[in-house]
């Protein structure tokens, strides 16, 4: 059964301190993406992942980290020095769509976290 | 500067009706226009996409209309049912494939 997993489903952090979010794809695809959603501003990018071991800044990647040692995996850390990190966190790699398109994004269920 | 507008922003169709959301983009070098569809605690899902080499695509009850000359391409919901009751998101990438999103359209079907 292929797909994408992100886990937490939820998760709560203190102010000051680093939370990592888990995503973990079995699609073979080579590129990978993290975006923020918060009401009303649809998805901004923050990190993507092109290839293994490569990585580059999206829109909004201030305060934030990410890594890209496996195919599979494509972790995102929160640091304390996002402002606002409260937000659902979404994670896609992208493969074929078929019919002839190009390759498409493929999304993850989500993490929402929240700054207590 | 957000390089895809969606508009509007909310609808409200009852059972049955057409639902329309359109989209505009600036940059000629976008080549690629899907359509997400998402529900609430979800992540999006691919709905329909489009290349600008036509004018119009259609799968079962959604349409994507383009207009390449005034860079603007609209999603037709034919038949809205409650079960189409999500936010839809249009987008729009290049050949470097880093997709932009419009800010979303949530749409509500009454029964």
């Known amino acids: 059964d292929g797909g994408i997993t992100q886990s937490p489903k939820y998760l709560f952090r203190k102010e000051g301190q680093n939370v990592t979010l888990s995503c973990e794809q079995n699609?073979?695809?080579?590129?990978m993406y993290w975006y923020r959603q918060d009401p009303g501003q649809g998805l901004r990018l923050i990190y993507y992942s092109q290839i293994v071991n490569d990585f580059q800044k999206g829109d909004i990647a201030e305060g934030y980290s990410v890594s890209r040692e496996k195919k599979e995996s494509f972790p995102l850390t929160v640091t304390s020095a996002q402002k606002n990190p409260t937000a659902f966190y979404l994670c896609?790699?992208?493969?074929?769509?078929?019919?002839?398109?190009?390759?498409?994004?493929?999304f993850g269920p989500g993490t929402r976290l929240t700054v207590l | 500067q957000q390089q895809v507008k969606q508009s509007p922003q909310s609808l409200i169709v009852q059972k049955g009706g057409i639902s329309i959301i359109n989209c505009a983009y600036e940059n000629t070098a976008f080549d690629y226009f899907p359509w997400y569809q998402q529900f609430p605690g979800k992540g999006p899902a691919l709905l329909i996409a489009i290349r600008p080499d036509v004018s119009e695509k259609k799968e079962g009850r959604f349409t994507i209309s383009f207009n390449k000359s005034a860079k603007q391409f609209s999603l037709h919901i034919m038949d809205s049912q409650p079960g189409d009751s999500a936010t839809y998101f249009c987008a729009a990438s290049g050949r470097w494939g880093k997709l932009q999103f419009g800010a979303g359209t949530q749409v509500v079907v009454t029964p």
């Open positions: 699609l073979n695809h080579d590129a």
């Open positions: 896609a790699s992208k493969g074929a769509s078929g019919g002839g398109m190009p390759d498409t994004q493929y």
